[in-house]
């Protein structure tokens, strides 16, 4: 059973940093391309960046794209998600997503921008 645990939210600053960590268990992940995705209190679901199964392309919505970088390190089953130049905008639960024959999505991490 294939599962997806996200980590590394928090409270941060207004131009602040924080890198959140999608970890797997129970399957391999570099066969897979993975997706973050974050959903505001009130608002739907959004996809923010997501990253190939070798980590060779990576695509980014609009309102992330310069500011987060998706990467990934298979021999660790870790997708990382580094963001900067926090706005208050962003916050949002973060997820992160990877379909294999059906879709598959951690419980979120929580990430507060707030002065």
């Known amino acids: 059973q294939l599962q997806l645990v996200e980590s590394g939210g928090g409270l941060v600053q207004p131009g602040g940093s924080l890198r959140l960590s999608c970890a797997t268990s129970?399957?391999?992940?570099?066969?897979?391309?993975v997706g973050w995705f974050r959903q505001a209190p009130g608002k739907e679901r959004e996809p923010l960046a997501c990253i190939s199964s070798s980590g060779a392309t990576t695509n980014y919505a609009d309102s992330v794209k310069g500011r987060f970088t998706i990467a990934r390190d298979n021999a660790k089953n870790t997708v990382y998600l580094q963001m900067n130049s926090l706005k208050p905008e962003d916050t949002a639960v973060y997820y992160c997503?990877?379909?294999?024959?059906?879709?598959?999505w951690g419980k979120g991490t929580l990430v507060t921008v707030s002065s």
């Open positions: 997503h990877l379909r294999a024959g059906i879709d598959y």
């Open positions: 129970g399957r391999a992940l570099h066969d897979y391309g």
